[in-house]
């Protein structure tokens, strides 16, 4: 006689198969003015500290630029409620506004707003 119901065969501890290795979108990266590790929101890609970026895009985020100089924060704008950093690359001279994220040290440039 067969049995009615097939008996399965459970592995109760098995885990599932990792066959992907993690894959990170957003970038952390050491911020090469002040040294603070800056962790990548995937907004922002500015030191929260000192305000540096690097140069790398043409258009915000798609990292075609291959210019690569450090931009120095040279002034914070208050627009529409916004404050709007404004760098300038060292290496080659474009002036690029970024809007500042929450968390971003702005403080050394409101002197001068207030
Ligand atoms: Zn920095
Ligand atoms: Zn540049």
Known sequence: M????????RF????PVMTQKFQR??????CENC????????????????????HVDI???????????LMEPIGVELERGKYIIT???????KI???????GDDI???LVGLL
């Open 25 to 30: 979108k957003i970038e952390d990266f050491d």
């Open 107 to 109: 403080s050394q440039f």
């Open 35 to 54: 040294g603070t590790r800056v962790l990548g929101t995937g907004f922002t890609n500015h030191c929260p500290v000192c305000l540096f970026s690097k």
């Open 87 to 93: 760098q300038k690359c060292l290496k080659c001279g």
């Open 2 to 9: 067969l049995p009615k119901h097939r008996t399965r065969v």
């Open 96 to 102: 690029w506004r970024n809007e500042a994220s929450a």
């Open 59 to 69: 258009y915000p985020g798609d990292r075609a630029e291959k210019c690569g100089g």
């Open 12 to 15: 109760p501890h098995s885990a």
